[in-house]
């Protein structure tokens, strides 16, 4: 797994991944522009880590993009944190893994960088 460091943008927007499983399109029914989002990563030891997406109240809504994941899950590891909202979320005729558009900030560094 590559360990490049977070892009310099402190702000990027991003599409949510594997909505159309389970219960998931339920849960993306009831958000709307502006909900706060949860980005919680795969544990160490995962071979393909993803950050997963979590509605208010901890459904899971998704993931991110594999070449987000790549740099994302080890600076949230390393101790970065970050905030996120929904920024649109596309009718249901758009590709699953284009319809909810998230906006996603980071807060903080890893601790000792």
Do not use: Y
């Not at 994302?72 to 590891?77: A, E, F, G, I, Q």
């Not at 979320?89 to 319809?99: F, P, V």
């Amino acid at each position: 797994m590559s360990t490049r460091p977070a892009p310099r943008a402190e702000q990027f927007s991003t599409a949510v991944r594997g909505t159309i499983f389970g219960k998931r399109g339920e849960i993306a029914r009831r958000l709307h522009p502006g909900d706060p989002l949860l980005l919680i990563p795969d544990p160490p030891g995962v071979d393909e880590p993803s950050v997963w997406v979590h509605a208010r109240g901890g459904d899971v809504l998704g993931h991110l993009a594999p070449d987000v994941n790549l740099w994302l899950v080890p600076w949230l590891l390393a101790g970065g944190r970050c905030q996120a909202t929904v920024a649109k979320i596309n009718s249901e005729d758009t590709e699953s893994w284009k319809r909810i558009i998230i906006d996603v900030r980071l807060v903080e560094g890893p601790v000792g960088r």
